[in-house]
């Protein structure tokens, strides 16, 4: 069972790696994360609102970028840290992309991201009256204008060379972890570099800077590093194939511009309105990859522990299922080993018995003769007469068990059942009593079969008599005529059994009903649960052999308590399938998606009856009893209940199917039992609940489900 679960955990795995498998083919390069999926309709859309949004918003604020505000003294300190840990955020992510993919693209836009997040420490440590009035590291007056111009310069760089870079042949990189680490290498020196050029260097640069107002030179720098950003967006936008990163970057670099726009192009130096508002476009430009990273992850992680969910579930099912096979198999080798014990049983029986009867024909035979001679000698006359009538009941012992070891001769013909059935009544009702109704249920269109009917009389007599047994006290006797198909999966259940069509005799009393452990021996010879003396035990024995010699089938069904069922299938006259195999077989009628609830106490027939709902296209669900029915129906809208009518606990199915129906005025109720339809523990059935008698087959439930949904 274990290696099955695991193969199947394997094809799950395979499949849900498929469903990752690259779109374009490629599959040494999945298609799993943001730097290589398409952007679809929605993002794409949604990307181009923020960015007219955005433009908006700057074209109103540039007439005003020069109006000057307050200074705030911890704006700086907090606005870099949030960039900080942004771009620091946005760097781990990008980095873990190429891990994953091994494109050198998306190890450069890593790289620009780690640039912009560590360029922030020098340029945070130089900036005027923060840490120092003119800032640390040895900072001058022009150190911090200039880690801001190399800041907003080389970040455009790293995006136009990632929009180059992306799906050309150098992109792939043959091993991830060491061009990464040649990567971090490179950006810390060039962030090293840029720190020292613009602190110690900084007597060889132009003056950006006068006093908090941006010199003439600005002017032209800033214009420089403004056409880089725009060179980067136009990259972007004229990119063939673009991922859902690049629709999020064209939105970064257009922020970007923004930024650039109103802190260093329109506005007049620091603290006036375009300084503050270009560093809130610096914000949402460092925030926007990074949000849609983290909410991409947060569902990627969602859908893996759904996937896994459903893994474990079907994991589950597929070990119950497993488990009900084994039991399957387990209940179909005991039936095996039961059908080869009792074949066992009447090979010894009837050898037995026919030995048996040769010596009782001796015996038999030499005491007629000692009557005829000695019939003058009342004594001779009355001890062999007392001798006689002992070997004649031993004659009669042998005759059982050679029914049972199915030796006994037969003398088949053609029988109309029901005929045969109102006949024996009449006999019944002498032999059974005042104080025992026996009621009849006879099948106009009852198949006819080919039976010995002296036997099968004296198989219905005998289940009467047991029945009888059962009722000391009176009760009654209920003998049903049906047509019955049994099919492949109740012939695999059964090993004596071919699957096809039979007449069925149902005869049911209401006695006390046989103990789950006698009921596995019933049909043994000379086993017996009346008291001493009051049976040979050879009676089921002789209906069990005559059946099969009959190639028939019986199964019985009892509660204590309750009564008993048996039911006998003999095969459908020959003639008369051949004279009726033009009218061909009624298909089953499927379901139409609706809600069948299933009550069943027993585990395996409940297994069966959902799966056979499941096929007959039902939504099924299920419930162990009464209790737990009632919460299903508060919880989940039902079309029809299917309960059976004998469960364990205080509730009863007819007593359910009462309750459910006072609430739920639409529920359709279909009952199931191993009982006909009397009343079922003391209970009158629901009106208008129609009853399917266990066992039955898939195309009687189809038919009773399909007559109960449509009534």
């Given at each position: 069972?274990?290696?099955?679960?695991?193969?199947?955990?394997?094809?799950?795995?395979?499949?849900?790696?498929?469903?990752?498998?690259?779109?374009?083919?490629?599959?040494?390069?999945?298609?799993?994360?943001?730097?290589?999926?398409?952007?679809?309709?929605?993002?794409?859309?949604?990307?181009?609102?923020?960015?007219?949004?955005?433009?908006?918003?700057?074209?109103?604020?540039?007439?005003?970028?020069?109006?000057?505000?307050?200074?705030?003294?911890?704006?700086?300190?907090?606005?870099?840290?949030?960039?900080?840990?942004?771009?620091?955020?946005?760097?781990?992510?990008?980095?873990?992309?190429?891990?994953?993919?091994?494109?050198?693209?998306?190890?450069?836009?890593?790289?620009?991201?780690?640039?912009?997040?560590?360029?922030?420490?020098?340029?945070?440590?130089?900036?005027?009256?923060?840490?120092?009035?003119?800032?640390?590291?040895?900072?001058?007056?022009?150190?911090?204008?200039?880690?801001?111009?190399?800041?907003?310069?080389?970040?455009?760089?790293?995006?136009?060379?990632?929009?180059?870079?992306?799906?050309?042949?150098?992109?792939?990189?043959?091993?991830?972890?060491?061009?990464?680490?040649?990567?971090?290498?490179?950006?810390?020196?060039?962030?090293?570099?840029?720190?020292?050029?613009?602190?110690?260097?900084?007597?060889?640069?132009?003056?950006?800077?006068?006093?908090?107002?941006?010199?003439?030179?600005?002017?032209?720098?800033?214009?420089?590093?403004?056409?880089?950003?725009?060179?980067?967006?136009?990259?972007?936008?004229?990119?063939?194939?673009?991922?859902?990163?690049?629709?999020?970057?064209?939105?970064?670099?257009?922020?970007?511009?923004?930024?650039?726009?109103?802190?260093?192009?329109?506005?007049?130096?620091?603290?006036?309105?375009?300084?503050?508002?270009?560093?809130?476009?610096?914000?949402?430009?460092?925030?926007?990859?990074?949000?849609?990273?983290?909410?991409?992850?947060?569902?990627?992680?969602?859908?893996?522990?759904?996937?896994?969910?459903?893994?474990?579930?079907?994991?589950?099912?597929?070990?119950?299922?497993?488990?009900?096979?084994?039991?399957?198999?387990?209940?179909?080798?005991?039936?095996?080993?039961?059908?080869?014990?009792?074949?066992?049983?009447?090979?010894?029986?009837?050898?037995?018995?026919?030995?048996?009867?040769?010596?009782?024909?001796?015996?038999?035979?030499?005491?007629?003769?000692?009557?005829?001679?000695?019939?003058?000698?009342?004594?001779?006359?009355?001890?062999?007469?007392?001798?006689?009538?002992?070997?004649?009941?031993?004659?009669?012992?042998?005759?059982?068990?050679?029914?049972?070891?199915?030796?006994?001769?037969?003398?088949?013909?053609?029988?109309?059942?029901?005929?045969?059935?109102?006949?024996?009544?009449?006999?019944?009702?002498?032999?059974?009593?005042?104080?025992?109704?026996?009621?009849?249920?006879?099948?106009?269109?009852?198949?006819?079969?080919?039976?010995?009917?002296?036997?099968?009389?004296?198989?219905?007599?005998?289940?009467?008599?047991?029945?009888?047994?059962?009722?000391?006290?009176?009760?009654?006797?209920?003998?049903?005529?049906?047509?019955?198909?049994?099919?492949?999966?109740?012939?695999?259940?059964?090993?004596?059994?071919?699957?096809?069509?039979?007449?069925?005799?149902?005869?049911?009393?209401?006695?006390?009903?046989?103990?789950?452990?006698?009921?596995?021996?019933?049909?043994?010879?000379?086993?017996?649960?009346?008291?001493?003396?009051?049976?040979?035990?050879?009676?089921?024995?002789?209906?069990?052999?005559?059946?099969?010699?009959?190639?028939?089938?019986?199964?019985?069904?009892?509660?204590?308590?309750?009564?008993?069922?048996?039911?006998?299938?003999?095969?459908?006259?020959?003639?008369?399938?051949?004279?009726?195999?033009?009218?061909?077989?009624?298909?089953?009628?499927?379901?139409?998606?609706?809600?069948?609830?299933?009550v069943e106490d027993n585990a395996s027939l409940r297994r069966v009856a959902v799966r056979q709902l499941r096929e007959l296209g039902y939504r099924a669900l299920e419930a162990d009893n009464a209790e737990s029915a009632v919460a299903v129906l508060e919880r989940e809208p039902v079309d029809l209940l299917f309960t059976d009518v004998i469960m364990t606990g205080v509730t009863t199915g007819i007593e359910l199917a009462r309750m459910a129906r006072e609430r739920w005025r639409g529920l359709r109720v279909l009952l199931t039992s191993g009982f006909p339809e009397v009343k079922a523990n003391g209970a009158a059935q629901p009106v208008e609940a129609r009853l399917l008698n266990k066992p039955y087959r898939r195309e009687d439930l189809a038919k009773a489900l399909r007559e109960t949904l449509d009534a």
């Amino acid at each position: 069972m274990a290696l099955r679960s695991e193969g199947y955990r394997d094809d799950l795995v395979a499949a849900r790696s498929a469903a990752l498998s690259p779109i374009g083919g490629d599959s040494e390069r999945p298609h799993a994360v943001l730097a290589s999926m398409r952007a679809g309709p929605r993002e794409r859309r949604l990307a181009l609102v923020l960015a007219l949004l955005s433009t908006l918003a700057f074209a109103v604020m540039v007439p005003y970028a020069r109006l000057p505000l307050p200074k705030v003294s911890a704006f700086i300190p907090a606005y870099e840290s949030a960039l900080f840990i942004n771009d620091a955020i946005t760097a781990v992510l990008l980095l873990g992309q190429f891990l994953h993919l091994r494109s050198r693209a998306v190890l450069l836009l890593a790289a620009g991201y780690l640039f912009d997040a560590l360029i922030i420490i020098p340029h945070l440590l130089s900036y005027p009256d923060v840490f120092a009035v003119t800032g640390l590291l040895g900072a001058g007056p022009q150190t911090t204008v200039w880690l801001y111009v190399a800041w907003h310069g080389l970040f455009p760089a790293f995006v136009a060379a990632y929009a180059l870079l992306t799906g050309s042949r150098w992109d792939l990189a043959s091993t991830g972890r060491r061009d990464a680490a040649i990567a971090l290498g490179a950006v810390a020196l060039l962030v090293a570099l840029v720190t020292l050029v613009t602190t110690h260097g900084q007597l060889w640069l132009p003056s950006l800077m006068e006093g908090s107002h941006y010199s003439s030179a600005m002017k032209f720098v800033i214009g420089v590093v403004w056409v880089s950003s725009l060179v980067a967006l136009v990259a972007l936008l004229v990119k063939r194939s673009r991922s859902v990163i690049d629709t999020w970057l064209t939105l970064v670099m257009c922020a970007w511009l923004f930024d650039v726009g109103l802190s260093a192009v329109f506005n007049a130096g620091r603290y006036d309105l375009g300084f503050y508002a270009g560093r809130a476009y610096g914000l949402l430009a460092a925030s926007f990859v990074l949000v849609v990273v983290l909410l991409e992850t947060s569902g990627l992680y969602s859908r893996l522990a759904e996937s896994n969910e459903q893994l474990a579930n079907e994991t589950k099912r597929l070990e119950a299922d497993v488990r009900s096979r084994a039991r399957a198999q387990e209940q179909v080798e005991a039936q095996l080993r039961q059908a080869q014990k009792m074949e066992a049983i009447g090979n010894l029986t009837g050898g037995m018995a026919h030995d048996f009867n040769n010596l009782l024909a001796v015996i038999i035979g030499n005491l007629d003769a000692l009557v005829e001679r000695r019939k003058d000698d009342t004594e001779i006359r009355e001890l062999a007469g007392d001798s006689l009538e002992a070997a004649i009941h031993g004659a009669d012992l042998t005759q059982r068990l050679l029914a049972f070891a199915r030796r006994q001769p037969l003398t088949p013909q053609r029988i109309e059942l029901n005929e045969l059935v109102a006949g024996i009544t009449k006999l019944l009702s002498r032999v059974l009593g005042e104080n025992i109704a026996i009621t009849l249920d006879l099948d106009p269109k009852l198949w006819p079969v080919v039976a010995d009917p002296a036997q099968l009389e004296a198989a219905l007599t005998n289940l009467a008599t047991n029945a009888r047994d059962a009722m000391p006290n009176g009760g009654g006797l209920r003998i049903v005529t049906r047509n019955q198909r049994l099919d492949a999966d109740y012939a695999a259940e059964h090993a004596e059994i071919s699957a096809g069509d039979y007449a069925m005799i149902e005869v049911s009393d209401t006695g006390s009903g046989i103990a789950p452990d006698a009921l596995e021996r019933i049909f043994e010879p000379f086993f017996t649960t009346k008291d001493q003396g009051k049976g040979t035990g050879l009676g089921l024995s002789m209906v069990y052999g005559f059946m099969k010699q009959s190639k028939g089938h019986i199964n019985v069904y009892s509660e204590l308590g309750i009564g008993t069922t048996f039911r006998l299938y003999l095969p459908r006259a020959e003639e008369d399938r051949k004279a009726a195999a033009t009218l061909g077989a009624t298909p089953q009628r499927k379901g139409h998606g609706e809600t069948v609830l299933v009550v069943e106490d027993n585990a395996s027939l409940r297994r069966v009856a959902v799966r056979q709902l499941r096929e007959l296209g039902y939504r099924a669900l299920e419930a162990d009893n009464a209790e737990s029915a009632v919460a299903v129906l508060e919880r989940e809208p039902v079309d029809l209940l299917f309960t059976d009518v004998i469960m364990t606990g205080v509730t009863t199915g007819i007593e359910l199917a009462r309750m459910a129906r006072e609430r739920w005025r639409g529920l359709r109720v279909l009952l199931t039992s191993g009982f006909p339809e009397v009343k079922a523990n003391g209970a009158a059935q629901p009106v208008e609940a129609r009853l399917l008698n266990k066992p039955y087959r898939r195309e009687d439930l189809a038919k009773a489900l399909r007559e109960t949904l449509d009534a």
